[in-house]
């Protein structure tokens, strides 16, 4: 199930902007899912369940997007076709440095594994940032851009709790995984 936004509803970043444009999409035609249509592995940590996470439909093909919200911002995200999303993690972190305010302050993060198919048999790893600050403030960040042939992404995997490791390994039915220099084998039942 999909509902309408109004425009005025969310922030389009500018590079999703620039992508529908590309493909000949509409910024008026941009339709919202529901949580539990969501095709993707999100992890969120304890705590942020208010954080939402919904799939975004511009209508165009092989195009994924995402509509996240947090308080009081609501952020529509997307990539260029053949890039795609495989895992996104929410956590909150409470000592990030505000260099310009001189102080620490909480921020609640969402983190986005990308798997880009860049030709065969090439795919890659690529992790951006939201980072939610309390007084409304978004910031938006291109993490790491992995190496051919790297996904998931080590990074990724390695910054993960073990449960959220094997959890992405079973969603992906990956039949081993690394995580902090050890390689574990994924049983399935």
């Known amino acids: 199930m999909f509902f309408a936004l109004p425009s005025w509803a969310y922030d389009v970043t500018e590079d999703c902007q620039k992508e529908v444009i590309k493909l000949e999409g509409s910024l008026n035609s941009i339709k919202v899912g ?3 249509d969501f095709h993707w592995l999100v992890m969120k940590r304890k705590g942020l369940e208010k954080v939402e996470i919904r799939p975004v439909d511009f209508g165009v093909a092989f195009f994924d997007e995402v509509y996240i919200s947090y308080k009081d911002n609501h952020i529509i995200h997307c990539w260029p076709p053949f890039t795609y999303p495989e895992a996104i993690l929410v956590e909150k972190y409470d000592n ?6 001189n102080r620490q302050e909480t921020v609640v993060k969402v983190h986005l594994l990308l798997r880009i198919n860049c030709g065969l048999p090439c795919t890659n790893s690529k992790i951006e940032s939201f980072y939610f600050f309390e007084d409304g403030f978004v910031d938006f960040y291109e993490v790491l851009h992995g ?4 996904f998931p992404s ?20 990956l039949g081993h995984f690394e995580w902090k220099g050890k390689i574990y084998k994924v049983v399935y039942k």
Not at 147 to 150: N, P, Y
Not at 154 to 173: I, S, V
Request: net charge negative.
């Open 34 to 36: 529901n949580e539990e």
């Open 154 to 173: 080590p990074w990724f995997m390695g910054y993960l709790t073990f449960k959220e490791a094997f959890r992405f390994a079973e969603f992906h039915d």
């Open 147 to 150: 190496s051919v042939h790297e």
């Open 96 to 101: 990030y440095f505000r260099p310009i305010q």
